[in-house]
């Protein structure tokens, strides 16, 4: 197929129809129809604003989502704010329940679309924000007037993203938010040419749209965001991520199809397959298994991600030559790091310091003389070396001993002291009851 | 025991009689007599030199080395100097047989000393010497009227070289010259105040007996030639060694005793004493066995050491962190690696160019994208990965593969092409027979 073809037909699925569209300002009439009302008695001024996907028409056909702001003066305090804002949210959704990111909001339903109901501060300029959603406004403010005419090409844009599963800014995915999406689309004028860009990008990229950035960023993917000079609007994006959209831009080129933007979904793997693989591949794996914290994904996975990073870490400098690792969570959580390295002698080289520093050799000297040690002795270099029983000979005797004492989030290390399992080796196959589709990803990992 | 005492003592063994002196000087008036009668036929005016220990009177009590010179004039051919060396040292050794060092040379026997009959040419300068058996007469020149003094004193500090087993400049020792020694203990004036500063020294250490060198040398202890300002004296001494006379130095000094002058005999280790060290060890030992090359230890020895530290690398690089490793050699020789890692996953992670550079990345990807290996896929830092199946899983199955491919000496590498025998794990048990001496110290190494 033809870029152009697969483009079109990724267009028909993912363009919504004019019912949908309908039904979807319908919808959004209503809801700002109740705010309004809602507002009038309130002793303070404040308007309405539909952000997001729906209000750039970038959402992707079948999305639900609306998200409808109300915007008060920054004059009155965060506590008037949540109240008022709050009195909305139940006035314009009455079946719905409160929810919180940086303030509490009330989120609920209205013929069949998801509604988020939030108040924010309506300040003078980005730069002055409270907190993130004060942004939002801003953002859908700058697209207006502009996005409309490559809208559609937004949408496949991030169709594709999702495919490869580099679309949302959330921290499980760190990947590309809808207004990155459509920033990068917007500024390279179509869907094809962003491909034809992404596939040619040497990390570090840096954009910026309204030309006013000043500031310099670590991140592979910089795009000034044109509200704000001093923030990256990729800031989330992982350099994996980056590198993701890279391959497939490229691959999307070279080969267009519509399978490209239908996500892979592997089959799970059974507890058999899983053995024969750890089989096959001869690693030694660790695992730690536990119950999910209840936090929101935006805190899990992160302290999931920081507390596999320790024990990973004490596995690396311990020798046991971690070899990949992942993380999993649904009702329970996993954190799993496959070693090279079974097993490690009995003793271990202790190095000391030269034998001509003469203050510190004969501390090392004289701590180590009478133990029950090999040595000391001296090396070919000349400094003092002895070999000392090492503590843990296993990567799973390493986990035991020092979980609790790695870097672990705060939340993943107080589920871990309630209770825990570690499985190693084929012990790992009873993994495949909760997690057997994240195994067949791992196990088969792709770019 | 004081340290005043403890010298005392060892001044009494290693001091040699009035008997034993006699019969020195009898012996080497006769040798040169010998020379004299021989070297006046010939067509070409030549000289006789005694050199050595035993030309300065620094030879330890029981030594039985006559270095007899015979120094030739610089303008004749190096072929000439050989034919007259060897017609003159047959002359005074009728029993003795030839040898090689840098020209050929007469060794044998009178009256139970062993003496070497060496030609040189007598050249008029250190610097302009030919081989460095000239520099030899240099040597003992710059010492007469200056050793005589310490003599004593240099006796004991050979001594006390021997028994740490850092005394001589072969190869395989790479300790302290007999020359070296007697500069370092003429330097600080006395035995003591050479062991006092020794044990303070912070190498690099440098000294300049005639204060006239110039350049810089990257060794740890640099004592400058006195008769020739290019060239470090203790060039040959290793910063092992260094370290060994600074440790033991320290200890003389802290707790004089007699056995300090007495070198560690260890008992040979029996074959199942070596099964149980290794045992409680826990390491995976891979030994190469084979027949000793037929050639001089200064040969050998470097040629051993440099096989060794081919395999230890080869294994290194693998993974298997070699932990310790050696070289013995008698009529047969082994070389000895232990590693702290007995076996490695079967598969090894094989990192790619970041998905950013286009042309490496797609190489890299293209190369492996139908291969059968794990991947590729991409990693946190955003560059392609694969995992392969790795060739060697064990040390053994490295060396066995990889002998021939590390740098190997020359003489290593043909003994082994004729046949060898690769040891792993409790089969090195069977080394306790040829080097049960060896294995006691390797396993109870002392500084």
Redesign the interface.
Known sequence: MSFESVVDEVQRRVVPDDAERRALESAVEELTDRATAAIEPLPVAADTKLVGSTARGTWLAGDRDIDLFVLFPPDIARSELERYGLEVGHAVLPDGHEEFAEHPYVKGELHGFDVDCVPCYAVEDATEIRSAVDRTPFHSAYLEGRIEPVADDVRVAKAFLSAIGAYGSDLRTKGFSGFLTELLVLGYGSFRAFIEAA?????PVRFDPADHGERSFDD?LVVIDPTDPERNVAAVC???N???L??YA?ELRSDPGIEQFEPRKPEPLSADEVRTLLD?????PVAVRFETPDIVDDQLYPQLEKSLEGIEGALERA?F?P??SACFANAEAVLLV????????????HGGP?????EH??GF?DAYRDDDV???????????VV?RRRDA?TPTDLVRSMLFEVSLGPHVRSSLSDTHEILSGTELATLAEPFGTELATY?????
Chains 1, 2 share one sequence.
Request: glycine share 8%; with cysteine; proline share 13%.
């Open positions: 596939a040619a990008w040497e990390p592979p992982s350099p994996r980056v590198a993701r890279i391959h490229r096959a591949r001869g690693t030694t020798g030559e070899l990949r496959e070693c090279a390295v079974p097993e490690l002698s009995a003793v271990a080289r030269p034998v001509g520093v003469r050799a004969e000297y090999t040595g000391p002795f001296i090396d070919a270099e000349g400094r003092y070999e000979r196990f088969d990992p792709r770019p």
